[in-house]
């Protein structure tokens, strides 16, 4: 594919088809660089004061030349761009795999990190559970499977899903959402579920990032369309007749994902990190409001 060099003037040779991005042809994208004109996904874009750029603008606005005051380039959502877009979502796949792993070395571990109301499910014995005081099963369970067919389902949203959302927020901000909308799925299931129903999976975590590519999506003005089928579809599977699917982990999650989607890529400019990260304390706020509703109700 021919590229216009940096900086270039004159009119764009005629590009048949929806535009792609210069580094990654095979992305669809309708985002181009301010200075170069150039498509760029949202793993390549870098916030600049007015649109974005691509990483060839920066490093060359970097220097000593035209555009020195470019020192930090930043992503859609404000984050620092990182040398590795995905990082964070290998360390999280990482620690998905190793828990799955454990489990199957000891399936003891099964009950004590599962999220329970007040019955050791698995083994018998005496109450266990969030209600006795033992919060970390809201962090132990997004990371716990059980099932080879669960986990290869979930850690497969999470590298689709995850790379150009952590690209296009930065590491930070998207490790708040992937861990914030998993405890929000894992708090709405324990307030609307049975107290004894066991619930285990990333899915509420992965509904959050399910969340945020909506609003990423239409925040770049891509077509709708195709994620609009993939949450339907999946819809339906959390709502299937024959049950066995935590459909509370899934609503909480995807809510939690598109209000804090919501804020942090339509945050103002000048209040970008006070909205952001205020939005995610809220969030957490609900949801540790929530948890401790239902365990007063429960005790």
Same mark, same amino acid.
């Given at each position: 594919?021919?590229?216009?060099?940096?900086?270039?003037?004159?009119?764009?040779?005629?590009? !048949?088809?929806?535009?792609?991005?210069?580094?990654?042809?095979?992305?669809?994208?309708?985002?181009?660089?301010?200075?170069?004109?150039?498509?760029?996904?949202?793993?390549?874009?870098?916030?600049?004061?007015?649109?974005?750029?691509?990483?060839?603008?920066?490093?060359?606005?970097?220097?000593?030349?035209?555009?020195?005051?470019?020192?930090?380039?930043?992503?859609?959502?404000?984050?620092?761009?990182?040398?590795?877009?995905?990082?964070?979502?290998?360390?999280?796949?990482?620690?998905? +795999?190793?828990?799955?792993? =454990?489990?199957?070395?000891?399936?003891?571990?099964?009950?004590?990190?599962?999220?329970?109301?007040?019955?050791?499910?698995?083994?018998?014995?005496?109450? !266990?559970?969030?209600?006795?005081?033992?919060?970390?099963?809201?962090?132990?369970?997004?990371?716990?499977?059980?099932?080879?067919?669960?986990?290869?389902?979930?850690?497969? &949203?999470?590298?689709?899903?995850?790379?150009?959302? !952590?690209?296009?927020?930065?590491?930070?901000?998207?490790? =708040?959402?992937?861990?914030?909308?998993?405890?929000?799925?894992?708090?709405?299931?324990?307030?609307?579920?049975?107290?004894?129903?066991?619930?285990?999976?990333?899915?509420?975590?992965?509904? &959050?990032?399910? &969340?945020?590519?909506?609003?990423?999506?239409?925040?770049?003005?891509?077509?709708?369309?195709?994620?609009?089928?993939?949450?339907?579809?999946?819809?339906?599977?959390?709502?299937?007749?024959?049950?066995?699917? =935590?459909?509370?982990?899934?609503?909480?999650?995807?809510?939690?994902? +598109?209000?804090? &989607?919501?804020?942090?890529?339509?945050?103002?400019?000048?209040?970008?990190?006070?909205?952001?990260?205020?939005?995610? =304390?809220?969030?957490?706020?609900?949801?540790?409001?929530?948890?401790?509703?239902?365990?007063?109700?429960?005790?």
């Amino acid at each position: 594919m021919d590229q216009q060099p940096p900086g270039a003037s004159g009119p764009r040779p005629p590009v !048949e088809g929806p535009p792609v991005c210069y580094r990654h042809p095979d992305r669809e994208t309708a985002v181009r660089c301010v200075r170069c004109d150039r498509p760029i996904c949202p793993q390549c874009m870098v916030s600049a004061s007015v649109g974005f750029q691509c990483p060839d603008c920066v490093r060359q606005g970097s220097g000593t030349g035209h555009g020195a005051s470019v020192t930090q380039p930043r992503t859609l959502a404000g984050g620092v761009v990182a040398a590795d877009p995905r990082l964070i979502t290998k360390i999280l796949l990482g620690i998905n +795999v190793a828990v799955f792993v =454990a489990v199957l070395a000891d399936d003891s571990l099964l009950d004590k990190l599962v999220l329970l109301g007040r019955a050791n499910f698995y083994y018998g014995g005496p109450p !266990e559970g969030i209600a006795e005081g033992q919060w970390y099963r809201l962090v132990t369970s997004m990371f716990l499977h059980q099932e080879v067919w669960h986990i290869a389902f979930n850690m497969l &949203g999470l590298w689709w899903l995850g790379g150009p959302l !952590e690209a296009a927020l930065g590491r930070v901000r998207y490790l =708040a959402l992937y861990l914030i909308s998993g405890l929000a799925g894992g708090a709405l299931t324990y307030w609307l579920a049975e107290p004894n129903q066991p619930s285990l999976g990333a899915s509420g975590a992965i509904f &959050g990032l399910l &969340g945020a590519t909506i609003v990423l999506m239409r925040r770049l003005n891509y077509d709708m369309r195709p994620v609009f089928m993939i949450l339907a579809l999946n819809l339906v599977i959390t709502f299937n007749p024959w049950g066995g699917i =935590a459909w509370q982990a899934h609503v909480g999650g995807l809510v939690a994902g +598109v209000l804090m &989607g919501i804020a942090m890529l339509h945050a103002p400019r000048e209040r970008r990190d006070l909205v952001q990260f205020g939005a995610c =304390a809220a969030v957490l706020l609900a949801t540790i409001l929530i948890v401790a509703t239902r365990t007063a109700a429960l005790t």
